[in-house]
């Protein structure tokens, strides 16, 4: 591992912990008037500067689909992406581990940094190790079990590394993705024979395999029956201490559930950005409160 | 039957069952024709096998003597002569058909790869309508630039004067010879498994290769390991194709390998023996196709054709056989 | 839209310093070999057309081949060129039909489930049967007297070589592609639209042939385009089967059937005539023959690209 910059640990000024925490699963909203369901978990108390959106931009050809967007991304929080469809946030999402490359046409304005360095300036493979992404359909590969997640540390590693050397990882990583009791005698299976809730904890493990320091997020639910949605929650809700979560969603329950800080998100701009606690509570802009206000009341 | 009679009668079903038992019928019959053909053939070959056992498969004599030998006796109403030693035909097909199908194979693969992730998009939509159409250029074609290029100039640049005088006892190097077949088989077969692999590597499901990216591999073992292991079927598919038009390749071969029955003899030195002459299986077919009239001729022809068709029949069978164990993790639907 | 999703990363990178040794001499490896394939696909393209130009006149298009001691003397390949098109119409009359009905079968009946495993594989193993034992074969089978009348004879013997003869085995050569393209496209066709034809109350062949058939006449007409390069390239078959004689050389004064019951040759046999080998041995002809037969292989790709891509605009199953 090569020596970095230490980041910069900041105490968590901004957040409010709330009082009465609605954690007790019934609490009702007082400003809003809002029914608010159980949170899960609570955020960590100390939270690091990861990642900084600055002024983002991003069109297809003519089209734009991301508009000046700014943000901090910090470990020990669970960033949730909220919006109608087609409002920017997966664009937003891609373009963290520059994956909106891939898109013909694509070009992108502004600037992103991780632990202060500009992403555009590192190597795009380099960066997409420390930012990895788990994709709104599950798309374990064609291998086993196994080698879904061995495939990461091995294809990552310098030199191909044995079977034997990768085990212990391979066995934390999908410990750490809550799969290794259900699958620990099966982990030769065909990881396209799983579930689809258990696909996307292994995709969750692959994701998780090469130690990130940044989790993307692309509506990992939306696909899933409501045990597994539950299941991954939980597994987001854990994560938090390690690695920085983005998580994109457009069911704003879970957005409420697992996300400490929520940015509202509307035809590409940036509309609110705030702690979870605030932008459901009492949201500043009218558009965020019809928008939420659509979801609960 | 009452019950049928209770109902109106049916006339739509018993369309449907006339049109479905007459389209088998037909399907039946083209069956009927393929399990023909090959016990046909396998049956007047049979003399040719009876009379040499093992030995039809062996070396041994010039087989151009024998064949010689063989179309007499069918001539003057003597005793029939079998006699036949097929091995340096063999030898000749799997030394050209081996050759051109592995070199083929990996510069294909590599081809494919660039063709479909690699190259800039101008030169992709430039290449497209090229490799089909050297994918469908008639093989004769090739055959002619072969022997009227490329033997010339392996004969005349390529082969030294002592090499030549090295082995002028047994045989002549005119430069029709292994290396020729090899070069112009696989020019003529790599288009084809280029077309075929390059389908099968672009149909290779986007979210794979995307998620392999978004784990931090690089793309060229994004492609590697996750694109051409998917498109591993394809691979064999085009492989199975070329082998088999290499195999069955007569005339282009019996153009540029000199046709001349001789066994390629690797204790000639490296470079010497890919410029001795040989001939295929299949060449050897169209060589002598006219002189069926010889019935022991006739029966040893089929003999060959009886062994390309076995060989044939195998190597869609391995074809089938290498992709099962894909089936089991989700390669193959 | 393309598939290449790893490509426009490169751009913005100096990418591979950071790369496994051997992903860089793979990514080296595969621009290598993919210029070396654009230089020689170059090569060969501009190779034929040179020499086409160089030696193609008019005249040798409609002038038959004589024999003549002189380059001057030996004329064109009219009779060739439309043997040619001849024995191309014949085995695709063949192959078209009874390809489009077994893949009708295959896709739409397919029981007994055996027989239609058998009848896949068997396909698939047809397109990879070598032409030259399908030429054997077929020399003895139309040598059978009771076929006599479908060939020349003399003197009594059926010699078995005729374009009858030649078409007959040829079509099995184009046959697999019919059948596995027109396969495709009706596999292609999604379920609901068969299903919303039963429940007007078609039956399955009324399905078949005004619903289905048409969906995937792109697909039947791609699979015979490239049945029909596949006919008129082989030359294995057209040597043994139609006789390689130069000209037509009807079996009797009967218009149409006696050419066709007798022999004659297609550009791939002359183009073997006058190569080294045979005996005609002019190269100029040979060159001149091949460009005439690379350029209807051209067409019949360019015919298949306009296909593909019209249907791809017309066909939208929602």
Known sequence: MELRKPPPVRRLTGYEVPSSPPSNGNGLHAAAGFRLPARLGAPSMVAIDRMQVEELSVSYGHKPAVQSVSLP??????????????????????????????????????????????????????????????????????????????????????????????????????ARAGLLDEMAGSLDHPALRLSGGQQQRLCIARA???????????????????????????????????????????????????????????????????????????????????????AFG | MDEDDLLEPDRSTAQDRRAELSLGALVFAVLALLLAMFAFVLHEGWPSFAHNGLGWFGGGGSVDQQIQAIFTSGDLKTTPVYTFHAWPLIWGTILITAGAVVIAFVSSLFVAVFL????????????????????????????????????????????????KASVTPAIQLSGASVLAAVLILTVMIAPIMIAVFADGLRAVPRGWLEGSLALGINPWRTFWKVGVRTARPALIAGTVLATARALGEAIMLSLVSGGVPFAPNPADGFPIFLFEPTQTLAATIIRNGDQLDSPPMKHTLYAIAAVLLFSAAMLSLIGWAAKQPMRRYGVVA | MSTAITASARRHERPTASWRLTDRLGLGLAWLLGLLFCAIAGAIVVFFLIEGVRYLRPALLVTNPVAGVSQGETGGFLDPLLGTVIIGAMAMAIAIPVGVAIAVWLSEFGRPTLMARVAESAIEMMAGEPAVVLALF?????????????????????????????????????????????????????????????????????????????????????????????????????????????????????????????TGDTLTGYMYYNSPAGDGNSHSKAYAAAFVLMLIVLALNLGVDVVVRRSRRAVRWS
């Open chain 1, 73 to 174: 991304i910090r470990q020990g929080e669970v960033l949730a992406l909220i919006g109608p469809s087609g409002c920017g946030k997966t664009t937003l999402l891609r373009s963290l581990n520059r994956l909106t490359e891939l898109t013909r046409g694509a070009s992108l304005r502004g600037r992103i940094t991780l632990d202060d360095v500009d992403v555009a300036h590192m190597d795009a493979t380099a960066l997409r190790r420390r930012v990895t992404m788990v994709f709104q359909q599950p798309n374990p590969f064609p291998m086993s079990v196994f080698d879904n997640v061995a495939y990461v540390l091995r294809e990552q590693a310098s030199r191909r590394p044995r079977r034997a050397a990768v085990q212990g990882a391979v066995h934390e990583a999908l």
């Open chain 3, 138 to 262: 077929g020399l003895t089978l139309f040598e059978l007297p009771a076929l006599g009348f479908l060939s020349q004879t003399s003197h009594g013997v059926v010699l078995g070589q005729s374009f009858f003869a030649a078409a007959a085995l040829l079509s099995l050569v184009g046959l697999p592609l019919v059948v596995a393209s027109t396969r495709e496209g009706l596999q292609a066709i999604p379920a609901h639209v068969r299903e919303a034809s039963y429940a007007l109350g078609k039956t399955k062949i009324a399905t078949t042939r005004r619903v289905l058939l048409p969906a995937a006449r792109p697909s039947v007409i791609t699979g015979s385009m490239l049945g029909l390069g596949r006919v008129i390239g082989d030359t294995a078959i057209v040597l043994l089967l139609l006789g390689g004689t130069l000209t037509f050389q009807p079996a009797n004064s009967t218009p149409v059937l006696g050419v066709l019951r007798g």
């Open chain 2, 116 to 163: 479909v992730e690699f190259s800039p998009e101008w030169l992709r939509r430039m290449l497209d309508p090229v490799v089909r159409l050297l994918a469908s250029v008639p093989s004769i074609v090739y055959g002619l630039a072969g022997v009227l290029v490329i033997v010339p100039l392996i004969g005349n640049h390529l082969i030294t004067e002592t090499e």
């Open chain 1, 208 to 294: 998780l395999a090469a130690n990130p320091q940044v989790l993307l997020l692309d509506e990992p639910c939306s696909a899933l029956d409501p045990v597994s949605t539950r299941l991954i929650e939980e597994l987001i809700a854990k994560l938090r201490e390690d690695v920085a979560v983005v998580i994109v969603t457009h069911n704003l329950q879970q957005a409420y559930r697992v996300a400490d800080y929520v940015a509202f998100m509307y035809l590409g701009e940036l509309v609110e950005y705030g702690s979870a606690h605030k932008m459901f509570g009492s949201p500043r802009e009218q558009r965020t409160k019809e928008y939420i206000g659509g």
